[in-house]
């Protein structure tokens, strides 16, 4: 009988410690999705009502990012655990602090032409962040996503209000360059080597954006309503597909998971984040 006392209290005092260090204090790097996934064997319901219930707080505080960090872990969580009450509750609110971080990101600097000139000159997310720590970014390298990926680990890292687009930009056979947007990170880009635009639009993934680089704005400019229109006309371009492909399924359980896709793609997707609070209130009124 003590020797079970004993382990009780190990468990108590284990659960308590994973609570306060990954559910309750969301200042560390947001690697959220494996935190959650590798302590899902401490789960408690009331852990995540507390979860939620700090970034309900943060929000009213305007700590957005903290916010989000917080209520999107919560998402991770209820979304494996399929609890959709709390998934129904939590979305709207999720949304309210992305819709916040992405305006907050629009009073920055805006800068779409940061584009690489060659194979050796991309540009650098390090140097840039310490000449603005804010704004609306495009970053495209020679042929690869790379300083666009590093800018937004730099952005998870440091909490920090900075956007970037996932860019590459490609020489063209008229000695022009072509910028190609895509969707997400793990899509699989063609090698820049001079080709047509024809030719290189066949190459790329589904669902990309191709623009000439005289399409895209020039130079370093304060945010505005305008500038502000504009990067958001380029979100919602990147989702629409995704959106779509999200609105024409029919299982319930395939639109969260299409949904969630599309805010992979575009974090602050509005619509995508009230569908899924419909669908989950819908499947909670089921259980």
Known sequence: MGEDNTQNVKRKKREKSVFSTFYV????????????????VFYNPRMLQALCETGQRQLMEMQYLAAELSLSRAEVIAWERRDFDTLARLYLPLQEARRQRRQRCGEGTIRLDLLA???????????????????????AGWGSIAPALRLRQLQADKQIYVDTFLAAVYPMA??????????????????????????????????????????????????????????????????????????????????????????????????????LAEVAKKLARQK
């Open 174 to 275: 008229d000695g022009r360059r072509a910028v190609a947007i895509v969707p997400t990170a793990e899509v699989a880009l063609p090698l820049p080597r001079g080709q047509s635009i024809d030719v290189l639009l066949a190459d790329l993934p589904l669902h990309c954006i191709t623009l000439h680089e005289d399409e895209l704005p020039k130079g370093s400019r304060a945010g505005t309503y305008e500038t502000y229109g504009e990067v958001m006309a380029i979100w919602e371009r990147l989702h629409r597909p995704f959106l779509a492909a999200a609105d024409m399924q029919v299982d319930p359980i395939r639109k969260i998971e299409h949904y969630r896709r599309t805010i992979e793609v575009d974090y602050a997707c509005e619509l995508a984040h009230q569908r």
């Open 25 to 40: 204090f969301p200042t560390f790097p947001p690697a959220c999705r494996g935190l959650c996934r590798g302590n899902d």
């Open 117 to 139: 000139t060659g194979p050796h000159d991309s540009p650098d997310p390090e140097r840039l962040l310490a000449e603005s720590p804010s704004g609306q970014w495009l970053l």
